[in-house]
T-cell receptor
Framework: GAVVSQHPSRVICKSGTSVKIECRSL??????MFWYRQFPKQSLMLMAT?????????EQGVEKDKFLINHASLTLSTLTVTSAHPEDSSFYIC??????????????FGPGTRLTVL | DAKTTQPPSMDCAEGRAANLPCNHS???????VYWYRQIHSQGPQYIIH???NNETNEMASLIITEDRKSSTLILPHATLRDTAVYYC????????FGSGTKLNVKP
C-alpha cells in the first residue's frame, strides 16, 4: 500500500528543451505532494510543496519559473523543468503525504527520475 | 535546514543489531522524529517515527531519550539488504534531510 510512482524513470534531453516529470499516488489520494532534488553523493533537497488545486510553495532559492509544478488532481503532480541546462541534471524525487487508510503524518516517496541534460 | 546530526558512516556485521544514533538537540515539543532509508538510486523508504515514546514495528525500533535531544534507530538483525543511507529527520511541517548515515552491513 501507499505506492507512489514516477514517470519517466530516466530521461535524457538536449539543453534548452523542457522536460515534464509525473508523480502519481496509486492507491490513495494525495492532497499534498513534495518535490526534491538530489545531486550525486548528496542528500535530498526540498524544492517545493505542491497542494492540489492551489499554487505550489517553493523553497528559498528555487526558481519557480524554471521548475513549474502543477497539482491538478488528487493523484497527480507534475514537475516541468523548463529550458533545461546541464546543471539541472539531477535525481528528482517526489513524495505524497498519506491520507485515508495510510499514515496521514508520513511521506511516501516515489522511485525517482534521473534527468540528464546534454 | 536539517536539525539533525548523524555520523557519516557505520559498519555492522550481518546478523547483528545495528544501532544508528541521531542528535536533534534543538527539537521542539511538537516535532516528530522520523527515520527513512535510501538504497542506492531509489526513493527513500519509510522506517519508523515517534514523538516521545519508544516505538517498534516490523522493521526497526526507535529509542528516544527522555529529553528528546537524541534518538537511536535499531535494526535488530541486520542483513546485507539493509545496506543503505539512513536519514533521521525532525518533522516540522516539512522534511529537511540531513546528511544521513551510510550503513555498511558486512558478511
Amino acid at each position: 500500500g501507499a505506492v507512489v510512482s514516477q514517470h519517466p524513470s530516466r530521461v535524457i534531453c538536449k539543453s534548452g528543451t523542457s522536460v515534464k516529470i509525473e508523480c502519481r499516488s496509486l492507491d490513495f489520494q494525495a492532497t499534498t505532494m513534495f518535490w526534491y532534488r538530489q545531486f550525486p553523493k548528496q542528500s535530498l533537497m526540498l524544492m517545493a510543496t505542491s497542494n492540489e488545486g492551489s499554487k505550489a510553495t517553493y523553497e528559498q532559492g528555487v526558481e519557480k519559473d524554471k521548475f513549474l509544478i502543477n497539482h491538478a488532481s488528487l493523484t497527480l503532480s507534475t514537475l516541468t523543468v523548463t529550458s533545461a541546462h546541464p546543471e539541472d541534471s539531477s535525481f528528482y524525487i517526489c513524495s505524497a503525504l498519506g491520507t485515508s487508510g495510510f499514515r496521514t503524518d508520513t511521506q511516501y516517496f516515489g522511485p525517482g527520475t534521473r534527468l540528464t541534460v546534454l | 535546514d536539517a536539525k539533525t546530526t548523524q555520523p557519516p558512516s557505520m559498519d555492522c556485521a550481518e546478523g547483528r543489531a545495528a544501532n544508528l544514533p541521531c542528535n536533534h538537540s534543538t527539537i521542539s515539543g511538537n516535532e516528530y522524529v522520523y527515520w527513512y532509508r535510501q538504497i542506492h538510486s531509489q526513493g527513500p523508504q519509510y522506517i519508523i517515527h515517534g514523538l516521545k515514546n519508544n516505538e517498534t514495528n516490523e522493521m526497526a525500533s526507535l529509542i528516544i531519550t527522555e529529553d528528546r535531544k537524541s534518538s537511536t534507530l535499531i535494526l535488530p538483525h541486520a542483513t546485507l539488504r539493509d545496506t543503505a543511507v539512513y536519514y533521521c529527520i525532525v518533522y516540522y511541517n516539512k522534511f529537511y534531510f540531513g546528511s544521513g548515515t551510510k550503513l555498511n552491513v558486512k558478511p
